[in-house]
């Protein structure tokens, strides 16, 4: 059963009371049922077991079994910095970016992205972003929903992860460090930066810009990987060196 975030208005123990859209799913789609237990997230790394007492057009009422609080994290954090891609791609990535744990994700605006984002476009777009971050941590049973940044510039997010953070680029056809032996940190209050380019690669002033910033190139050896592909490859392998998969 996955777990439901929720607004933390919406906890008031011994009570939580659900009248936002997940009401309509919990009501209508999943027709939850007085008896029923769910569990529940703020979404700030509290969980609460809910027994449903009451069902109506206005709002699902459980009350609260059981408090759970998050276990203490022992790795790093994870930072997706992935360039606008085309279409679904996009959405794919922050889906299963999710599901396997990154803490932040951050569209980046790269010189050969496909897509470029419209003003007027961009508060829809994120809207759908968030949506499927949440949807992704509910089915994955997440502890957090990951934050998704607003899309900005490379240098942009290289500035404002300057401090605490050991920053990495996936660069295909240039040398780099295996993924495998990279150095990573071991402290919790460290974080890792990853960055993926677009469809089109990193342009040569990004590359310079990285070089600068003291980024560290990695790859994933000789293959040419899709930009999707190449992202969910190096989650899932730094995820699994850092301690948060198996």
Same mark, same amino acid.
């Given at each position: ?50 027994? !449903? @007492? ?7 009422? /459980?009350?609260? %079994? =059981?408090? &759970?609080?998050? *276990? ?93 953070? !050991? @920053? ?7 040398? /780099?460090?295996? %993924? =495998?032996? &990279?150095?990573? *940190? ?61």
């Amino acid at each position: 059963m996955p777990v439901f975030f929720v607004s933390p208005q919406c906890i008031t123990p011994p009570t939580i009371s659900i009248t936002d859209n997940l009401l309509t799913h919990l009501r209508d789609s999943l027709r939850v049922n007085i008896g029923e237990t769910l569990w529940f997230s703020n979404g700030q790394g509290t969980r609460y077991h809910a027994e !449903i @007492t009451d069902v109506s057009k206005q709002a699902v009422i /459980g009350c609260i %079994l =059981q408090i &759970v609080q998050e *276990p203490l994290r022992h790795t790093s954090r994870l930072i997706l910095g992935q360039s606008l891609l085309k279409g679904e791609k996009m959405d794919w990535v922050l889906q299963k970016a999710t599901e396997l744990g990154v803490s932040e994700i951050v569209p980046i605006e790269s010189r050969h992205s496909v897509v470029h984002l419209k003003a007027d476009r961009m508060d829809h777009q994120f809207a759908r972003w968030q949506r499927i971050a949440l949807e992704a941590a509910q089915q994955s049973e997440q502890w957090r929903v990951p934050t998704i940044a607003p899309p900005q510039s490379l240098t942009a997010l290289l500035t404002i992860h300057a401090t605490g953070t !050991i @920053t990495l680029m996936l660069a295909e056809r240039r040398d /780099g460090k295996s %993924l =495998q032996t &990279v150095e990573l *940190p071991q402290d919790v209050a460290s974080s890792v930066l990853v960055l993926i380019g677009p469809e089109g690669g990193w342009s040569k002033e990004e590359m310079g810009i990285a070089e600068q910033a003291n980024v560290i190139p990695i790859t994933l050896g000789q293959k040419i990987l899709r930009a999707e592909t190449a992202a969910i490859a190096t989650i899932s392998i730094l995820q699994s060196r850092l301690g948060w998969l198996g």
